[in-house]
């Protein structure tokens, strides 16, 4: 019995670090995402400075309508809702708003006809972020000292005349530098399949920045022809 204590002893001795040390099992620290920001934020990349701005959230009959706008400088680079209604309509809608934003610059668009709520909180949310842009302190300094620099490294290319079932499909592409600017039709087959597909396939080439895009559902003859004269485009850049 003398003999067992000391190894007694030292058992619980040994167990004490083990206690003292035992790893902590707290997992209260979590990652939050914060909401997108209502006042605009700066960003920089390769000399040139983007601003981002949220616009204010519109309550409709159908729900809730929230965009938010990048700027180029004084341009409105790309637009993405962060509240829309989640109904056919408003999703058929959106690619058409946006695109059609991206092309006049401005909130002073046409409603899209089956979703004119919809397309009424877009406006007046949009509207409210071009408001809330401030103004560019660079922007007329660098146009007075070199007023042909943006002309400069603007280029318009038109794709190849793609042949389809449907008729002739040809795009025209705006490169800002190696960026596509905008896109627009030169020629496309007079069908409503075509004029609802268009707005989403310039849309999809102005978040993917290439030709690698979805056909439409109900367009892919019209898709397809688009891809093609796209590359085409895209080829032929200088």
């Known amino acids: 019995m003398k003999r067992a204590i000391p190894v007694l002893v030292l058992t619980v001795a040994g167990l004490i670090p083990v206690w003292r040390y035992a790893p902590s099992t707290d997992t209260s620290s979590t990652t939050e995402v914060a909401e997108p920001a209502s006042t605009p934020s700066a960003s920089s990349s390769g000399g040139t400075s983007n601003q981002v701005v949220a616009g204010s959230t519109i309550k409709t009959e159908k729900g809730p309508v929230q965009v938010e706008v990048t700027f180029d400088g004084d341009k409105i680079s790309s637009v993405r809702m ?90 025209e592409v705006t ?51 688009y891809v093609e004269s796209l590359q085409a485009a895209i080829d032929a850049k200088g």
Not at 104 to 126: C, K, N, R
Not at 198 to 217: G, Y
């Open 175 to 225: 490169f800002e530098g190696d960026k596509i600017d905008a896109v627009r039709m030169l020629q496309q087959p007079n069908h409503p399949q075509t004029k609802a597909a268009v707005p989403k396939l310039i849309a999809e080439t102005l978040d993917a920045q290439s030709s690698e895009i979805d056909t439409v559902s109900g367009a892919t003859i019209t898709s397809d022809g």
């Open 82 to 171: 962060l509240q829309q209604p989640n109904h056919p309509q408003t999703k058929a809608a959106v690619p058409k708003l946006i695109a059609e934003t991206l092309t006049a610059q401005s909130a002073d668009i046409d409603a899209v006809s089956g979703a004119t709520i919809t397309s009424e909180g877009y406006v007046e949310s949009l509207q409210a972020a071009i408001d809330a842009k401030p103004a560019s302190s660079s922007s007329s300094s660098s146009s007075s000292s070199s007023p042909s620099a943006s002309a400069a490294a603007s280029q318009v290319v038109a794709g190849s005349t793609v042949d389809t079932e449907k008729g002739a499909v040809q795009v």
